[in-house]
Structures are given as C-alpha cells and as structure tokens.
C-alpha cells in the first residue's frame, strides 16, 4: 500500500513540477524594481573603475531635466518685504509678498523678512535650507515652487521666544488619503513637544525645504563697548569706518543671496563606489604614496618640549646629548580594539524582484490547408475561361 | 479616426511624487511588467523608450496640443532663445524620448497667466506613410488642470494609445476618457494595460524667474519640426517661414 502512495506522489510532484518553476510558492504576483535613484545607475559600488587598470565602466546617466535651482514661492502675508544676507550685510526688501525666488539647492540662506503687515516693528531673520534634489522630486521641482506661508500663528510663537521649524516636504502615496493631495508643511509648533518635525517629514515623504525662525536680531547695535574700544568724549563707542554694502530692492538694486552653509546631505540614497587608494587612473598619483602626496614615511611628527619634531641637540652647537625623551599618556581609555573584520547589511524592503529571463520561446504558424475545389476567389478576381465561365484554378487556359 | 484611435488617459495625480511607487514596478497581470511609472525623473523614460528601439532618434512625432478655448501655444525649438508662437489648437512635431517645455498663455480663463507644461514622448504612432500630420498624438489640457496647476498643485498626464479590442464603444463619439488614479497607482502600467502609453505630460505652477533664471528650467532643448500648416485651422500664426522651416532670425526673443 505505501509503494502506492509514493508512486502516487511522485505522479503528483512530477506533474507539478512542470507546471511550477518554484516562483509560485514565494512569489505574489508582485516585482518591486529598484528605487529611482538606483534605475539611473548600474548599482552601488558596480560603476567605479575596475580593480587598478580600468577605467570607469559607464559615467552616471545624464539626468535630462535636473534643475539646480528650487522655487520658493513666499506666498504670504501680502505685502512682506523679504530680503537676505549678502556679503557684508544684508539686502533688504529684494521681492514683496507674494513672490516667488529660485533658490540654488542645497544650500543655506540666512533671510530678512520685515514689513509684515500687522506686525510692522518686527523683523525676523529665518534660515531656509535648500535640500537638493531627490529623485523622487525632481519631476515635482521642475515643475512647481516650493509654497512658504508664514501666518499669525507662527509670528505669535516667534514673539513668544519660540523656534518655529516649517519642514515642506513631498509626501508619499502611502500617506495620502486622496488624489487630490499636494506638498504638504510640518509645522513644529503643531507638534507634540520633543517630536522633531525634520524626523517626521522625513518619515513621510521627501524634504525640499526647511524654514527655521526665532526672533534673534541679527542686526541689533552693540549696546555695550568691548573693552578696549576707543571711545569718544560724551563715552559713546566710536563707530569705525568700514564698508558696508548696502541693497535695496525698492530702489532697483538686487543681490542673489549668499549661501551661508550647505542643506540637506542627501544626494540620492546610493552610496557611492568603495575604492581603495581613491579614483585614480594608473600613472597617476592617487593614492596616498609616501614622499609624494604626503609626508616620507617615518618623519618624526612627535612634538617635543621645544616644539620641533625629531631629537634636539642641546645645546645648539653642542654634540648631540638627549638620548631618550619620553611622553606617557596615562589617561585610561576604553575605546575598545579596532575592527579587523567590518560587516554592513543592507537590505531593501521589500526586495528587488523582477521577472526572469526568457529562456524558451515557442514560435509556431498554422497555415490553412484547403483542396481543391475549396479555395473562392472574389468576383473582380476571377478567372475567367474562355466562354467567360468559371474556371478553377489549375485548369486555366494557357496563354 | 483619430479621435477613436487616439484615445486619451490621464492619471490626474495632483501633486503626488512618491518615493513608494518609484520604488516598486508594477505587473499589469497582463504578462507585462513596468518597471518605471510617471514619477521617475523627467526624461528617464525617453531615455529608456529610446533604448528599447521604439522609435529612432531621430523620428518626430507629431503633437497637437488643445486648450479649453483658446490661447497660445509656444513650442520652443531647440533653446528658448526660439519660440514658435501657433494658436490653439497647435500642432508640431517633436522627437521621441526628449523633453519639452511649451508655454501656454492668452487663456480667456486666466488673464495674465502662464503656464509652462512639459511633454516627453515615450512612444510612437505607425500612421499610414505620408499621413503623420493627419494622426497627431493629442494632448488636451483641461480647465481644472490649470486650476490646479494655478493652485500649486502638479498634474501628470499618461496619454495612450487605445487598444483597438478594448475600445468602448460608447466612447467612439464622445469626449476623450480621462481616468484618474489614486497617487500609488502606476499610470504607465495602467495605460499599458489598456493600451500603450504615448506621452507623459507635466503641468505645475512653477514659472521661469527673472530675477534668477534657472537654464536647466527648459530641459536639454530639442529640435521641432512644423510641416502642414492648414492642419490646425486658419487661426494658426507661425513664426517661420512659410515652409514651417525654423529660421532663428524670425523669432523674437523669449520673455524672460
């Protein structure tokens, strides 16, 4: 009876066999394609020279339609005057509510906002930081500005001596409830207290934009002298002449803004190719080679008491004396070995799946057969006999 | 004919870019897999139509772009130093797997407004040869797309090519079918499902800035092509010769 069964199963399994490749069992239908920053290029650390001799094997992808720069787009309150720091000062008043600016990206801007109406003696000097690119935004950056509202509210927070953080940030489709969606602002005002609004949108989304605010006056007059400063008679500080760059928009002087540090350290996700001794060709210097683009091999580095490298001989002109100088460092440090063997896993969820390689192809015609007597033509096509009868094929007269 | 052959979809995805989807390829349970969809940077798509060989690099498809009412077109034919004003409905041809920036202003609807979509041809049409101008690959820009694109928000727009076996017959006569998809749906999957995707067409509300003019704003550039010019009506006004040859020196400078 058991010989049954297992000649039974194996029936079963061979015919299933055939029909199944194994995919069934752990596939659902589903392929999950690498992200898009990863589609426009061979892969993380495959695209780099080859192991000394090769050149690159293939540049990046030129990207068709990357913009550099990102538009903000100030949409209010009406009628405030923004203006930003430039080189040795500020320029004031360079566009008016609602206004738009294009913005280099990945860069931080150090900006002025005054003349807001209803609060015309406060002056504000936020940072906004650019964020580069994503290409999950770069069709969304080509096409739309970046919309930066500043309302009652956060004026209120930033006079109650508060920071107010506005994170603008791309949404994914898992967090949009309807097709009628948009950019969308993380304001940290409206967050729970210790909940960082930058973690957060960084959650859900992409950034592009993160405008941060409080109400320090950057430009505030020093009120009280340094010490030493030179003084006049009536003991008010003596105000040094120096040049002072003076912009303003009202009166047609414009000034692109300065970036003030860089904004988002993304670029698009994938690490770039791990190299040894750099991305240097052969019959270059690349790598760090001794006594050419670095210090020879074994120079005396090690500071002594008189603050030159290597043995003295004191005292100068005598013979050389000093035979050991010694420095202990008895800090006890903890620190722990260091790594002989480094292991990094990386992992995409879910992961990478696309459709196998076509390795069998069945390409087959089926041509009717007729006899004869079965084969019709139409009317205008046919063969006429002598006496203007039909005539099947085969039996017409010969010319 | 080409109204039934030219059917239209549209994935009106207001404003939607997600990381998810670009993450993910779609199989349309047709036994095709897609692996890109309408968020992949601009002009990847081309870049990979091209590279699947439908269609040379040098085969201009032509493009007549329809407004609600009226207004004017402005194809920019290889820099945006030379705009080619048509009125609408405009007609051009351009290349297979590039990026355009087109200019749509004189909306009756919005005064003073401008507005500056992008198309990227990833696919062809096969017309009969010599009757290419008579088949143009429509893309119509409705009013509630500006709207929204007036709003901020950004409009992508899948245009297919209907399946002959899966035409509605009711929509023979009718208004173009426009679908829309929630943002997490692959148009491309679903337009290659009921048919094969054409063009891939971007609105937002982004425009050019005077004050810091971005180049990269009007993409690489492309050569346009303009042949017949009684096929979009007697309102069309080129700026060229009148063999629809672009001259450089005929074009007036480009508002910026």
């Known amino acids: 009876m058991k010989y049954y069964f297992l000649a039974l199963g194996t029936v079963v399994v061979v015919c299933v066999g055939c029909a199944m490749d194994g995919q069934q069992l752990t596939k659902k239908g589903e392929f999950h394609a690498p992200p898009a920053a990863m589609m426009q290029r061979p892969g993380p650390m495959v695209d780099g020279p080859g192991p000394g001799v090769l050149p690159m094997m293939a540049p990046p992808p030129q990207r068709p339609f990357a913009l550099t720069t990102s538009q903000v787009r100030f949409v209010g309150p009406d009628g405030m005057k923004v203006g930003w720091q430039v080189p040795n000062g500020y320029a004031e008043n360079q566009l008016v509510a609602p206004a738009r600016y294009n913005f280099v990206q990945g860069q931080t801007y150090r900006l002025k906002l005054a003349g807001i109406p209803g609060h015309e003696g406060l002056t504000i000097y936020p940072t906004l930081k650019v964020y580069p690119a994503h290409p999950n935004t770069e069709a969304y950056l080509s096409h739309n500005s970046l919309p930066l509202q500043i309302n009652v509210e956060d004026l209120e927070q930033v006079e109650g001596n508060n920071f107010v953080t506005k994170v603008i940030y791309l949404p994914d489709a898992r967090y949009q409830e309807l097709a009628v969606a948009n950019v969308e602002t993380l304001v940290s005002t409206r967050l729970d207290p210790g909940v960082d609004p930058i973690q957060e949108a960084d959650k859900m989304g992409t950034i592009m934009a993160v405008l941060e605010m409080g109400n320090l006056d950057l430009e505030m007059p020093n009120p009280v002298a340094p010490q030493g400063t030179a003084l006049n008679a009536d003991g008010s500080e003596v105000q040094q002449v120096a040049y002072r760059a003076a912009f303003d928009g009202e009166q047609g002087q414009m000034m692109p803004p300065m970036p003030i540090g860089p904004a988002g350290q993304h670029v698009n996700g994938i690490p770039n190719a791990m190299m040894m001794a750099g991305m240097g060709l052969p019959g270059q210097p690349a790598g760090p080679i001794s006594g050419v683009n670095m210090p020879v091999w074994g120079m005396p580095t090690t500071g002594t008491p008189i603050g030159l490298p290597g043995p003295t001989h004191l005292p100068y002109g005598g013979p050389a004396g000093l035979k050991s100088h010694t420095v202990r460092n008895l800090t006890k440090t903890d620190i722990g070995k260091p790594v002989d063997h480094m292991l990094i896993d990386v992992e995409h969820e879910p992961g990478i799946s696309l459709p196998h390689p076509v390795k069998y192809v069945n390409y087959k015609e089926k041509h009717p057969v007729y006899s004869p007597g079965e084969v019709g033509y139409p009317a205008w096509a046919q063969p006429q006999g002598a006496d203007g009868a039909y005539c099947p094929p085969g039996q017409q007269p010969q010319p | ?256």
């Not at chain 2, 329809?66 to 041809?93: I, M, N, S, W, Y």
């Not at chain 2, 009718?174 to 999957?189: C, F, M, S, T, W």
Request: charged residues 15%.
């Open chain 2, 1 to 256: 004919m080409s109204r039934a052959m030219q059917a239209f979809v549209a994935a009106l995805l207001w404003g939607g870019i997600v990381s998810v989807a670009a993450a993910q390829g779609t199989n349309t349970g047709h036994g095709r897999y897609v692996p890109i969809d309408q968020y992949v940077p601009p002009g990847i798509a081309g870049q990979m139509a091209l590279q699947a060989g439908k269609a040379g690099p040098n085969d201009f498809q032509p493009v007549r772009v329809k407004l609600p009412t009226t207004g004017t077109v402005t194809f920019f034919d290889g820099t945006p130093q030379r705009p080619v004003e048509l009125a609408a409905p405009a007609q051009a041809g351009l290349l297979v797997g590039r990026m355009y920036r087109l200019r749509v202003t004189n909306l009756p609807e919005f005064p003073g407004g401008e507005f500056y979509p992008s198309i990227e041809l990833v696919d062809r049409l096969h017309p009969p040869p010599g009757q290419a101008e008579r088949f143009p690959v429509e893309v119509e820009l409705f009013p509630e797309e500006f709207h929204g694109a007036d709003n901020g928000r950004m409009i992508t727009k899948v245009v297919y090519l209907e399946q002959p076996n899966l035409v509605q017959t009711q929509h023979l006569h009718g208004e173009k079918r426009v679908i829309d998809l929630a943002p997490a749906q692959n148009a491309l999957a679903e337009a290659d499902v009921l048919g094969r995707p054409i063009a891939i067409v971007r609105m937002g509300g982004r425009t050019p800035d005077v004050n810091a003019p971005d180049w990269q704003f009007w993409g690489p550039g492309a050569p346009i092509r303009l042949t017949n010019v009684s096929i979009t009506g007697p309102q069309t006004q080129f700026r060229g010769s009148p063999r629809g040859v672009i001259q450089p020196a005929n074009f007036t400078s480009p508002q910026r």
